[in-house]
């Protein structure tokens, strides 16, 4: 029995949003579970698939808070 986390930010994909939308994760644990089935043949009905969202304040990357490791990136795209 296959568990799988998926660990994204909470921020939507389209401006304005605040969170992935129920279509978007729909399509995250269809893929996922196809996957699953796919390389490895497990059945999808035995496939556990758990969204786990975070606020952008609990995420980090470089030593960064991400949205300033995102403002460093975008001033160094800038230079």
Same mark, same amino acid.
């Given at each position: 029995?296959? *568990?799988?986390? +998926? $660990? +994204?930010?909470?921020? #939507? &994909?389209?401006? #304005?949003? &605040? ?9 995250? +644990?269809?893929? /996922? !579970? ?11 009905? !035995?496939? @556990? /698939? /758990? *969204? ?9 990357? #470089? #030593?960064?808070? /991400? =949205? %300033? @490791?995102? =403002? %460093? $990136? $975008? !001033?160094?795209?800038? =230079?």
């Amino acid at each position: 029995m296959p *568990i799988v986390t +998926i $660990q +994204i930010t909470r921020e #939507g &994909s389209t401006p #304005g949003a &605040s969170a992935a939308t129920a279509a978007e994760k729909a399509a995250l +644990i269809k893929g /996922v !579970s196809q996957l699953l089935r796919d390389v490895l043949n497990k059945p999808l009905d !035995s496939t @556990f /698939v /758990v *969204i786990d969202e975070l606020d952008t304040e609990n995420w980090g990357r #470089g #030593g960064l808070p /991400v =949205e %300033q @490791f995102r =403002e %460093q $990136q $975008q !001033s160094r795209a800038g =230079e």
